[in-house]
């Protein structure tokens, strides 16, 4: 599972506040990336990062920051959570040697 | 916009049916690698194909890169329970920081 954990594993929240994602891994792989699953929209990329704070922007980034400040963490904060950011969120990271990616457990986070 | 199409969306079959499912884009693509998702977990890699024509072979999973290297296959012979998932393809973008990903084809196995 290349060592990656996400937290929390669940969160219910309310519309208007912010929210703090987290993965952290323990292998020092360069690339870490951040989607979102929904049903009819597959896996998008909301950020990822090659480097300690060195990141960039997915498809659906708008609403999104994110933050490297150390190799093994990666956070993914909502400003101001909405209802359309409930979702599944998933944290990945790529193996530079094999060009795979790999995922962690998953975020399920409900905005009401 | 979507660069990878796959088919059929959905898929319900009954153990021991064999299927293929689909990954097809209008542009050539270096590599392509195919990715099973569980329900609840994140997806994880099955393989991963390189050269036109090639074809991989997993237990009973049969992966097919065409010739033109713009489409790939999945083939299934004897499904099962176990093969329930969510199966994804993906592609490697221009300068190789991120994948590609395709919609995905839902598998369910009724036992």
């Known amino acids: 599972d290349a060592g990656i954990t996400q937290s929390p594993r669940h969160k219910v929240t309310e519309t208007g506040t912010p929210v703090t994602l987290r993965c952290h891994q323990t292998?020092?792989?360069?690339?870490m990336y951040w989607y979102r699953q929904d049903p009819g929209h597959g896996l998008r990329l909301i950020h990822y990062?090659?480097?300690?704070?060195?990141?960039d922007k997915g498809e659906v980034s708008d609403g999104y920051s994110v933050s490297r400040s150390k190799t093994e963490d990666f956070l993914l904060t909502l400003e101001s959570a909405t209802s359309s950011q409930t979702s599944v969120y998933f944290c990945?990271?790529?193996?530079?040697?094999?060009?795979?990616?790999?995922f962690g457990p998953g975020t399920r986070l409900t905005v009401l | 916009t979507q660069l990878l199409e796959q088919s059929p969306q959905f898929l319900s079959i009954q153990e021991g049916e064999n299927l293929t499912v689909y990954c097809n884009s209008s542009?050539?693509?270096?590599?392509l690698q195919w990715y099973r998702q569980e329900p609840g977990e994140g997806p994880v890699l099955l393989v991963t194909?390189?050269?036109g024509g090639e074809v991989k072979k997993l237990k009973r999973l049969t992966f097919q890169f065409g010739d033109a290297r713009k489409d790939s296959s999945l083939h299934i012979t004897a499904a099962q329970p176990g093969d329930t998932g969510l199966y994804l393809c993906?592609?490697?973008?221009?300068?190789?920081?991120?994948?590609?990903w395709g919609l995905g084809t839902s598998l369910a196995v009724n036992p």
């Open positions: 990945a990271i790529k193996t530079v040697s094999t060009d795979t990616q790999y």
């Open positions: 292998e020092n792989h360069r690339y």
């Open positions: 990062s090659y480097g300690v704070k060195d990141t």
């Open positions: 542009s050539v693509f270096s590599s």
């Open positions: 194909v390189v050269t």
């Open positions: 993906a592609r490697r973008d221009g300068n190789n920081r991120k994948l590609i």
